[in-house]
Nanobody
Framework: QVQLAESGGGLVQAGGSLRLSCLFS????????MGWFRQVPGKEREFVAT????????SYSDSVRGRFTISRDNAKNTVLLEMNSLKPEDTAIYYC????????????????WGPGTQVTVSP
């Protein structure tokens, strides 16, 4: 049984930075690809970033590439999302996601979700 718990959201001014953390509870964290998605009210949940189970491959959406960095620490069962140069359009609930073995770029590929953490970027 897998459980995910995000932390680190909050309010920040445009141009600022935040770091989101996701703690994975369960067995064999190192066999799961991990990712981050985000959602605003009235819109579909959208892909942000994903990382290979060994941390050897990462992928980002066009809207965050160059500003966000995903990483993982398999010894601590943790995945991070470093967010820099934040923009008001980054405001959303951010969700941690897990998929056995593979990375993911679509919400339909996700096996497990965290409850989400709110990120608000003021102008």
């Amino acid at each position: 049984q897998v459980q995910l718990a995000e932390s680190g959201g909050g309010l920040v001014q445009a141009g600022g930075s935040l770091r989101l953390s996701c703690l994975f509870s369960g067995r064999a964290f190192g066999t799961y690809g991990m990712g981050w998605f985000r959602q605003v009210p009235g819109k579909e949940r959208e892909f942000v970033a994903t990382i290979h189970r060994a941390g050897t491959f990462t992928s980002y959406s066009d809207s965050v590439r160059g500003r966000f960095t995903i990483s993982r620490d398999n010894a601590k069962n943790t995945v991070l999302l470093e967010m820099n140069s934040l923009k008001p359009e980054d405001t959303a609930i951010y969700y941690c996601a897990a998929r056995w073995v593979s990375t993911m770029t679509n919400s339909s590929e996700v096996a497990y979700w965290g409850p989400g953490t709110q990120v608000t970027v003021s102008p």
